[in-house]
């Protein structure tokens, strides 16, 4: 917790007021990092279960964070997690919200349709002067965007799962995306306290998530063979990686994953690193879509 909350860096900014829609794995994160750092948060699902949930993740990863922060202060730690509480408030209608907003960042599911849907009605509600970003792992920017009539306001903020662990942000230009906006969400990132890279130029292949989705999908090709548990093993003792490729991808969400290779898989169908898993497609058949289920490569408690 390096900033406080409501710090004049957030009162003297372009965006103060946030709504995040999609209150999952990532806009709950998301939701929680922008409500540490001062801005006003709306967090925007489709039912009040689900928002329910969304509140009862934040509230844990705060907690996660304060048992080290404040260690020898836990009054001012439940303190702190309810100052941050009190800057995120919920609502099922995202139209009704986007009204006061000078940000709206989109994080529900990965599928093209479903996102050009949703800004295409918040584009005729919002405000002019709102940005509207993308958290998108596989689709291009521009292919969103094109729903909307505001090219030049509309960018790509793409976060890592855990975000409030991860520092990488990948900001985003995609060709009507103008310099003002591209600069305004450079310094929102940074007012987030997260270290942003700049995209622009490979908007199409974001690198990170070109090489993540290569190496995930021919190590999942790869189980065929060997066992996911040495798999994993194997990178993380023999390669420093944190978690293994099949921890992963279930702490990435298989839905999510699926969606991601089967969108490669599409655009290259001759490359092999995006086959279809017989695997992958099993286990979401099933529901088993990783750590959010209790199901996926393994099992969780
Ligand atoms: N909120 C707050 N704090 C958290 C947290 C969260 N969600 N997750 C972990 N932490 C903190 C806590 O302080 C935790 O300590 P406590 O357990 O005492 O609370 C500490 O991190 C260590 O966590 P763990 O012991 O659970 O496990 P770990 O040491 O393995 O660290 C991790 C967890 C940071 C997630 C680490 O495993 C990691 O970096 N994994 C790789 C994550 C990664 O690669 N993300 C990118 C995914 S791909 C993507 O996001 C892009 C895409 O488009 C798909
Ligand atoms: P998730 O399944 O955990 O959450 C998605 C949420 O969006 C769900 O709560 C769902 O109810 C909600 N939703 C769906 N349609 C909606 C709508 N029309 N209006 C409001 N809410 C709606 O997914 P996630 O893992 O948070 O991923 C969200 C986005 O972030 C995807 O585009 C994904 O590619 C991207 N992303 C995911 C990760 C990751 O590791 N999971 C990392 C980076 C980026």
């Known amino acids: 917790i390096t ?30 990092v922008a409500a540490v750092t001062g801005h006003s948060v709306v967090l925007v699902d489709t039912s009040e279960d689900i928002l329910k949930n969304s509140a009862k993740n934040i509230q844990g990863s705060l907690k996660r964070v304060v048992k080290k922060k404040f260690a020898d202060k836990p009054e001012a730690g439940e303190e702190f997690v309810q100052k941050v509480m009190n800057n995120i408030s919920t609502s099922t209608d995202a139209a009704s919200v986007v009204q006061k907003t000078d940000l709206v960042v989109e ?11 949703l800004f295409s009605t918040l584009d005729k509600v919002a405000p002019a002067h709102t940005i509207f970003v993308s958290n998108t792992s596989s689709l291009p920017i521009a292919d969103i965007a094109s729903s909307t009539a505001r090219l030049d306001r509309f960018g790509g903020l793409h976060f890592f799962n855990p975000v409030p662990m991860m520092k990488l942000v990948e900001v985003i230009k995609a060709a009507g995306t103008s310099q003002q906006t591209f600069d305004a969400l450079l310094d929102f990132t940074k007012a987030l306290g997260k270290h942003p890279v700049s995209s622009h130029l490979i908007q199409h292949c974001f690198s990170l998530r070109t090489l993540q989705a290569s190496l995930l999908s021919g190590f999942m090709n790869e189980v065929c063979h060997g066992s996911k548990e040495d798999i994993d093993v194997a990178m993380k003792l023999g390669a420093g990686y944190p978690m293994g490729p099949f921890e992963l991808l279930d702490y990435v969400g298989l839905d999510t994953s699926k ?24 286990l979401v058949a099933e529901g088993k879509l990783g750590k959010k289920t209790g199901e996926g490569f393994y099992k969780y408690k």
């Not at 860096?9 to 939701?31: D, Q």
């Open 259 to 282: 969606f991601i290779i089967d969108g490669w898989y599409e655009k290259e169908p001759e490359n092999p690193l995006f086959a279809p898993s017989p695997l992958l497609n099993k």
């Open 107 to 117: 994080a529900i599911v990965e599928n093209l349709k479903v996102k050009q849907a």
């Open 3 to 32: 900033r406080t909350l409501c710090s004049s860096a957030v009162r003297n900014a372009a965006i103060k007021h946030v709504t995040v829609i999609g209150g999952g794995l990532m806009g709950s994160g998301i939701a929680q």
